[in-house]
């Protein structure tokens, strides 16, 4: 969701509350009729743990509410709307035996620690532990404002805020079809793509201004996410959209020019450690990838050090840089060529420091839901990075 339409529906929220019923309820039906448009959202990148903006999109067709869930309640149109209302209305009326009539069982179910925003594994998954869960978790749903449905190939997924005490917070509840019957799902680790745009929509929604964008820039690469199964990106694509570079760069040549300065960065970081300046290849990392790093190195035995250097430095050949400044991902495998198997390549995160544009490794032993995408095959094919690749799709009509 673009930050201004976040702002705007804020608003109209607001507005909701103190307006008489008359008002906001003409208002609410205006805004559920309104129907999908195609919107867009600036990706916040994980960086050592705190995310920031980048200049990586994320396209898919959505329609906004921005309203209290009793008036979302009393203006549902189609029948998945219907389904998350009544699963909510489950949740906030303690009825176990209504949620389980919609509710679905995720392949791991998921809660809020309540302290960084991500979540922990729970087990017994059921409906009346899902209704506990959610009633303890979020107030008992007696406040939750309907934010978003997003469609996310042939599902819809419901991001809803329950309004507690602090930040906005933002969750989804995922509605689609099973058997010929509509079925409700939590948002976990089951279903990456749907967890990673709830965890991003909810970084926005935590400092809209820094995600700001008056217009999507023109990006090389358009990625449509296969989320419904191999190479399907379903009826109603979510589109990636980057620039980068697709290359076959020798790190340890240092006779051939870096064609960017981002990898003439990479490789001199990789020259120090083959060199054996260690403690120059650490404060070539952000701060708390250096001190993740420092303490691993140190770990390790004398045997231990030398299988890492030599695993490390025995070849290291760039195949793609995915530039999503201020931040880099490179990805490297350990051949010479273009042959190489999807699958096989390796990443690295850089950062150009905002305030001092200088180039750091980061995101050692640093893991974002991003990273659950990135690492997941059936999800990044990464044969899209190869050059020549499959034409730049953009299948979300604008």
Known sequence: MQPAEDNR????????????????????????????????MR???????????????LDFQARSYGVPFAIFDAHTVDEREVAFAQ??????????????QLWTPPAQKLQDNGKTGTVVPLTNASAEDFVALYRSAFLNFENVQVISDIRVGSRDLFVWDPQAPGRPRRRGFSVGAKDDKVVVQEVTSGSPVELLIVNWMDEVAKNPQAYQSAVTPKLKYHYAIPVDGPHDPGKYPVVLGFDGESIDFDVFNAAVAAPSPVLAFYRSAYLALKGR???SFIQMHTEKS???????????????????????VGGRYV????????????????????????????????????????????????LSFFDDFLQNTNLFDQRFLK????????????
């Open 9 to 40: 529906v804020a608003r109209n929220g607001l507005w909701l509350r103190v307006a008489g019923t008359v008002g906001a309820h003409f208002l609410a039906a205006w805004a559920l009729a309104a129907g999908f448009t195609l919107q867009t």
């Open 277 to 279: 300046s260690i403690e």
């Open 387 to 398: 050059p020549l690749s499959a034409p730049s799709v953009r299948t979300a009509a604008r």
């Open 290 to 312: 250096q001190d993740k790093l420092r303490k691993w190195l140190a770990t390790m035995s004398k045997e231990e050090f030398e299988k890492f250097y030599l695993s490390t």
């Open 319 to 366: 195949k793609f840089v995915l530039n999503a400044d201020p931040v880099y991902i490179v990805f490297y495998g350990p051949q010479k060529g273009r042959t190489w198997l999807p699958g096989s390549l390796s990443y690295q995160y850089i950062l150009r420091d905002p305030k001092t544009r200088q180039l750091k490794l980061t995101n050692v032993f640093f």
């Open 87 to 100: 699963i909510v209305s489950a949740v906030r009326n303690n009825n176990s035996i209504k949620a389980a």
């Open 43 to 57: 990706v916040p990148i994980s960086v050592d743990g705190q995310y920031i903006s980048s200049s990586m999109f």
